[in-house]
């Protein structure tokens, strides 16, 4: 039975995708991607002329002048042939790359097969510990009144830190972000800012979550100290000529 892959549109990997999302049960970083015109493009998977999956190719934004297969699904009962379908992706849509988050465990193994000089790019994190840093004279509020995503820390009127939640994940995941200003550094307000924002963050309903850079030690101290976890790096990397 021969493995296939066939152009498709954003329309026909709708149910596919749920699936997908269900199955992985966590952040997906690229989840908004599907939603931006002209950024992507869907392939069904086929086993003979039975669906089996979908992959999705990026092509556009960041990603230009690329074909980065970034979401790869098959249905279990198809994962026998998953070397295969793979192939007949890459082939299909003549890949150049890959590009996955670590915890994806299916596209994660066709990617340390197929791919060649594997970068981590950024380390996705997820919540694990409740904290009680002290708010060290800051006071924590809203950017502005009609906005519960963006925050920042008053230091006797001067503001010391910005940050907020973007929900650009697949729900219902938060994604984290916080600076704090170069004067005020190294005196805990970047963990004390975070902490609130996870609590923000789970009275809206939803799941706080962050990443960063691989070589930004800082951020990864300060989501470390404000509770977070490493759950999964996102890696990348280009397709080894068949």
Not at 81 to 107: I, K, M, Y
Not at 167 to 193: I, T, W
Not at 216 to 239: D, E, K, M, W, Y
Request: charge should be neutral.
């Amino acid at each position: 039975m021969k493995a296939t892959a066939e152009p498709a549109s954003a329309v026909d990997l709708v149910s596919w995708r749920e699936r997908y999302r269900r199955e992985m049960n966590c952040q997906i970083v690229h989840d908004s991607l599907h939603a931006r015109e002209g950024w992507t493009r869907p392939f069904m998977l086929h086993v003979a002329d039975a669906p089996a999956g979908y992959g999705s190719v990026l092509v556009g934004g960041p990603w230009a002048g690329t074909r980065t297969i970034f979401e790869f699904y098959v249905v279990p009962e198809r994962q026998s042939r998953v070397f295969d379908l793979f192939g007949a992706l890459v082939e299909a849509s003549v890949a150049t790359h890959v590009r996955t988050q670590t915890n994806d465990a299916l596209l994660t193994n066709m990617l340390h097969t197929l791919v060649a000089d594997v970068t981590s790019e950024k380390i996705v994190f997820h919540d694990k510990l409740t904290t009680a840093h002290p708010p060290r004279g800051a006071v924590f509020r809203r950017a502005s009144a009609s906005d519960e995503t963006a925050w920042v820390l008053d230091v006797d009127g001067t503001i010391a830190a910005t940050g907020g939640i973007h929900f650009h994940y697949n729900r219902p995941y938060g994604d984290l972000y916080m600076e704090v200003a170069e004067p005020l550094r190294r005196r805990g307000l970047g963990s004390y800012m975070v902490q609130e924002l996870k609590r923000v963050c789970y009275e809206l309903g939803s799941v706080p979550c962050a990443r960063c850079n691989t070589t930004n030690v800082a951020s990864r101290a300060t989501l470390q100290i404000s509770g977070f976890v490493p759950c999964a790096h996102i890696l990348t990397g280009p397709v080894v000529p068949r």
